[in-house]
């Protein structure tokens, strides 16, 4: 399984930014992508996750209803499309396969690709 983030770069706060995390391997649909985000200094934090199918979708509590993940087979690509974006979203954004255990905590995912940093200005 190889995924690999991209979409990041320097936007303004109130914008709206489309990350993509690009899937590939023969067993890459086994497993539900995650999407988590590390800011400078701390830890890794979950953000969003969802099945191949499109369904369930999991989102944590301080971003709902900003940030939307969708799923495109046709493409092989699970997309986090991030409404409103204020500073205190700049991070680097990965995506991973989640393998097993609790959605919300790192340590369920393997896989992880090289993440897309993100930068919001005021």
Known sequence: VQLQASGGG?????DSLTLSCAA???????????????????????????NWSGDPKYYADGVKGRFTVSVDNDKDTVNLIIHGLKPEDTAVYYC???IRGDYDVA???NYWG???QVTVSS
Request: no cysteine; proline share 2%.
């Open 107 to 109: 340590r369920s995912y």
């Open 114 to 116: 090289q993440g897309t």
């Open 10 to 14: 320097l936007v303004r706060a109130g």
């Open 24 to 50: 590939s391997g023969r067993t890459f649909r086994n497993y539900p992508i995650g999407w988590f985000r590390q800011a400078l200094g701390k830890e890794r934090e979950f953000v969003s996750a969802v």
């Open 96 to 98: 991973a396969a989640w």
